[in-house]
């Protein structure tokens, strides 16, 4: 059973930054690609940020694209987010998730793990 857990939410005004954190459980972490996607209040959880298995390919959404880096650490079995110029449209649950391979990157359906998510509420 493999355990996704975010970390690194909270409040941050307008322009500044934060860092996401989501930490697996299990052995083959770096076998897998992994996905961020978030969810604003009364709206569809979407695609944000991916970084395959070797960390050499990612891919982000329109909106974040040139604000968000996704990269990650195998040695501590964790992929990151990094947010910078944050907008007040950034206000979100943002959660990881392992993405199955040979799967389409920006849809839910190609992820089989889930973490619990984490707030990020950006104030104008």
């Known amino acids: 059973q493999v355990q996704l857990v975010e970390s690194g939410g909270g409040l941050v005004q307008a322009g500044g930054s934060l860092r996401l954190s989501c930490a697996a459980s299990g052995r083959t972490f770096s076998n897998y690609a992994m996905g961020w996607f978030r969810r604003a209040p009364g709206k569809e959880r979407d695609f944000v940020a991916t970084?395959?298995?070797?960390?050499?390919?990612?891919f982000y959404s329109d909106s974040v694209r040139g604000r968000f880096a996704i990269f990650r650490d195998d040695a501590k079995n964790t992929v990151y987010l990094q947010m910078s110029n944050l907008r007040p449209e950034d206000t979100a649950v943002y959660y990881c998730?392992?993405?199955?391979?040979?799967?389409?990157?920006?849809?839910?359906?190609?992820?089989?793990?889930w973490g619990q998510g984490t707030q990020v509420t950006v104030s104008s």
């Open positions: 998730a392992r993405r199955r391979p040979g799967t389409v990157a920006t849809i839910e359906n190609s992820y089989d793990y």
């Open positions: 970084i395959s298995w070797n960390g050499g390919s990612t």
